[in-house]
């Protein structure tokens, strides 16, 4: 259909909830980078496990559209690795790694981010065939 926008799903990179875990996953690991060195294998590496989890786990979610339980337990896991990023944020503000303005803009859209998620969890049948 020349000239005309298809609306067709093409899977979780559709999704809002996708799009701004990704955005947030490049935000945390911008923010790593400036975290000193004796956390690269403690902090750094956890935090930038956790918020990559997130969308892991959505990509998988999508595959899984037909088995509601299974995506069900994905969206729960993006959930608490989203939690768990909040988690290691605070963390690393309320030790002066990172600003608390660097803190309190990922830890807001976290919520949202988080909200999103629970809505999906509620309403499996919305995105499960």
């Keep these: 259909m ?5 609306n067709v799903y ?3 990179r559709d999704l809002k ?4 875990s990704h955005k947030l996953t490049l935000q945390v690991f ?3 980078k400036i ?3 004796e956390e690269k294998y403690s902090l750094v590496d956890q935090i930038k496990s956790s918020s990559r989890s997130v969308c892991s786990n959505l990509a ?3 595959r899984k559209g037909k088995h509601k ?19 290691r944020l605070e963390f690393a503000g309320a030790r002066k790694y990172i600003s608390q303005e660097l803190f309190e803009g990922p ?8 909200a999103m998620l629970n809505s999906m969890e509620r309403n499996v049948d919305k995105f499960c065939f």
């Design 69 to 87: 339980a299974v995506f069900a337990n994905k969206v729960t896991d993006a959930m608490q690795e989203a939690s768990e990023t909040q988690n």
């Design 35 to 37: 975290f000193p060195k």
């Design 2 to 6: 020349e000239g005309q926008e298809r």
């Design 30 to 32: 911008e923010a790593a």
């Design 60 to 62: 998988e979610a999508s």
């Design 17 to 20: 909830v996708c799009q701004l």
């Design 10 to 12: 093409r899977g979780f």
């Design 107 to 114: 830890d807001d859209e976290y919520e949202d981010l988080i």
